[in-house]
């Protein structure tokens, strides 16, 4: 059975996480596995500590079956690498079980700037979430465009058939969700965020008084 780890800061999670992961469980399945970054390399200090944003995630997840949390990166020091991650997942799988690192397009495209990023394909499939209407797949850094040349497969099956190596792109309708903007509109006591998280999200949200400051 195919993998599916779909990481991220979830800082906090909304209904445009829920939605790609969600697509993804659809489109292979199989279960989606959200796994919140303990120390985000590729960001700066996050509006909710680590334990904060895991309990929004089960919270948002809870009573669908498609979706998993882990806590993982929460339980190893230092930044939360992704090819560190991948590299426990492929010990802890074996080397013939498919995996697949679900992810946006914007991180798809950002991709050089990861650590060790020429090795993620070696450890995994790549499913990019992009938008038709966007091309936000089009022009890509020439780097990984030559990177991931040869690699992109529309058919679902091929990714089941191997464990690591291809490229698929999770078409996706756009979503308005952003977690910047929602920390923002909350700092700024805009109520409109509640309808871009779960309910009962907004309701931890309210209760521990997340985000209240300037959104960093």
Same mark, same amino acid.
């Given at each position: 059975?195919l ?5 991220g800061t979830?800082?906090p999670?909304?209904d445009?996480?829920l939605?790609?992961a ?11 596995t959200?796994?919140p970054?303990?120390?985000p ?9 680590a334990a ?6 089960d ?10 949390v882990?806590?993982?990166?929460l ?6 690498w992704?090819?560190d991650?991948?590299h426990e ?6 080397p013939?079980a498919p995996?697949a690192?679900?992810?946006g397009a914007?991180?798809f ?12 394909p070696e ?6 979430a992009?938008?038709? %209407? ?13 990177? !991931? ?5 529309d ?6 058939a191997?464990? %690591?190596g ?6 996706q309708?756009?979503r308005?969700?952003s977690?910047? %903007?929602?920390?923002?509109?909350? %700092? ?8 871009? !998280? ?7 949200i ?8 300037p959104?960093p």
């Amino acid at each position: 059975m195919l993998t599916i780890w779909y990481g991220g800061t979830f800082d906090p999670v909304h209904d445009g996480h829920l939605a790609v992961a969600r697509a993804a469980a659809d489109a292979f399945d199989v279960p989606v596995t959200l796994a919140p970054a303990a120390d985000p390399p590729h960001r700066g200090l996050t509006g909710a500590d680590a334990a904060e944003r895991a309990h929004m995630l089960d919270l948002a997840v809870a009573g669908d079956r498609r979706l998993r949390v882990d806590r993982r990166e929460l339980q190893r020091p230092g930044p939360s690498w992704t090819v560190d991650t991948l590299h426990e997942l492929r010990t802890m799988l074996g080397p013939a079980a498919p995996l697949a690192l679900l992810m946006g397009a914007d991180s798809f495209r950002s991709l050089p700037t990861w650590r060790e990023w020429r090795r993620l394909p070696e450890l995994a499939h790549l499913i990019v979430a992009a938008r038709h %209407a966007d091309g936000d797949l089009d022009d890509l850094p020439a780097v990984l465009a030559e990177a !991931v040349a040869g690699r992109w497969s529309d058919d679902p099956a091929e990714l089941l058939a191997a464990p %690591a190596g291809r490229v698929h792109a999770l078409h996706q309708p756009l979503r308005a969700e952003s977690a910047t %903007a929602l920390r923002r509109a909350i %700092a700024a006591g805009d109520p409109g965020w509640r309808s871009e !998280v779960p309910a009962a999200v907004a309701a931890w949200i309210d209760a521990r008084g997340l985000y209240r400051s300037p959104a960093p």
